[in-house]
């Protein structure tokens, strides 16, 4: 029995050895995986704070860049905000001399037109037939020609050559030299009278244009020229309602004319009259026609 003792003995110190050796070969395997693993972890760690580090880096780059552009555009516009102060400036000194050159040109007009009349009157005067007789031929036409200088200043419309013995583009109250503004022959069609109802001659609605009394007739509404500075307008008048409207010829920046409508007096229509009618518009010359339908629209209901 002490035999078969000391045989299980040795057979489980035999067992134990060869387990306890494969725990500490797991054991030993566990340790250097272990150990991998955290020198692995150690490098991510190190590698993370130093990409963390570079893109800090980065980061106070763009921050300093950005207030360095910040700074480059407020310098830039605070130029510019000077700069568009200064031609502001210089705008507003151009529009008072042009004002001042426009005055002067205006009162040299003025004097001339009162020195060519002041010439008129004198040579009247000096070609009167003594003792208070008719006037001779020389004298009529130069009251002619007072007249029309007149008609000319007051009305300043475009002046009508009608004297046979000279050229179409001098005046006819002095030379082409002496006057301040050229004349502008008119057609033929706009030299002839046309008279609003049975061509009585004291009308006083007569036009002196063809152009003129066909578009009253297709608009239904009177229509003058209305003095503007250096603008082309005209004044539209519904006489039995009176509504009355100005059209403006203006351009606009890309070179093309358009038509600025401003509303003068609504009349009767004050209360039945559309929005857009009360307001100011501007439209191209190609939606004219359509303007003037909607206006016949309204005018004829």
Request: contains cysteine; aromatic residues 8%; hydrophobic residues 30%.
């Amino acid at each position: 029995m002490e035999a078969l003792y000391t045989k299980l003995y040795n057979k489980y110190n035999k067992l134990k050895k060869e387990k306890e050796s494969q725990l500490d070969k797991l054991n030993h395997d566990q340790e250097v995986k272990f150990m991998n693993y955290a020198a692995a972890a150690d490098e991510m760690i190190q590698y993370l704070k130093s990409e963390n580090d570079r893109l800090h880096g980065q980061v106070d780059g763009l921050k300093s860049e950005l207030a360095s552009l910040r700074s480059s555009n407020d310098e830039q516009n605070i130029h510019y905000q000077k700069l568009l102060k200064e031609e502001n400036q210089k705008n507003k000194e151009l529009s008072e001399e042009i004002a001042r050159f426009q005055k002067l040109e205006l009162n040299e007009c003025s004097q001339s037109s009162m020195h060519e009349e002041i010439g008129i009157e004198r040579e009247i005067s000096h070609e009167d037939t003594p003792g208070g007789g008719m006037p001779g031929k020389s004298t009529m036409k130069l009251m002619k020609k007072r007249k029309s200088a007149h008609t000319t200043e007051s009305t300043a419309a475009p002046y009508v050559d009608v004297e046979l013995d000279r050229p179409a583009d001098q005046h006819i109250y002095g030379d082409k030299s002496s006057v301040a503004c050229p004349s502008i022959q008119q057609p033929a069609c706009c030299q002839r009278k046309i008279y609003g109802s049975g061509g009585d001659a004291t009308d006083t609605s007569s036009v002196n244009c063809v152009f003129q009394h066909l578009v009253e007739f297709v608009v239904g509404m009177k229509m003058s020229p209305l003095a503007q500075s250096n603008e082309l307008c005209i004044m539209a008048h519904h006489k039995s309602s009176g509504y009355s409207f100005s059209l403006t010829w203006i351009t606009n920046s890309r070179g093309e004319i358009e038509l600025l409508y401003r509303v003068l007096s609504l009349g009767t229509f004050e209360r039945v009259a559309p929005e857009w009618m009360k307001e100011t518009l501007i439209f191209s010359t190609s939606m004219c026609s359509v303007f003037f339908e909607r206006v016949s629209r309204v005018i004829k209901s």
